[in-house]
């Protein structure tokens, strides 16, 4: 059974960080790109940074590039979103997805992060 299982997420002050981790079974890890995705409260989905197989050439979303950090280890099955000097307009749902806008995508549950004072 293929599973994605974020966590990590919580309540955090304007400035504070987090590192969101999302551990995967039931497939092989190293042969998909992952990504995260986010969907703030009334809002739709947005694509946060995306992490080839090889976790050597991270794609964050340019308007995050500064301040989240996309990486994964392949013998952990594990893939991490460090977000730095959060702001209160990165409150969302946060998604570990496998292989977005292809036919095996395949989405975490989700993780909720919280940015507020």
């Known amino acids: 059974e293929v599973q994605l299982v974020e966590s990590g997420g919580g309540l955090v002050q304007p400035g504070g960080s987090l590192r969101l981790s999302c551990v995967a079974s039931g497939f092989t890890f190293s042969k998909y790109w992952m990504y995260w995705v986010r969907q703030a409260p009334g809002k739709g989905l947005e694509r946060v940074a995306s992490i080839n197989r090889y976790g050597d050439n991270p794609f964050p979303a340019v308007a995050l590039k500064d301040r989240f950090t996309i990486s994964r280890d392949n013998a952990k099955n594990t893939v991490y979103l460090q977000m730095n000097s959060l702001k209160p307009e990165d409150t969302a749902v946060y998604y570990c997805?496998?292989?977005?806008?292809?036919?095996?995508?395949?989405w975490g549950q989700g993780t909720q992060v919280t940015v507020s004072s």
């Open positions: 997805v496998r292989d977005l806008g292809s036919e095996n995508n395949f």
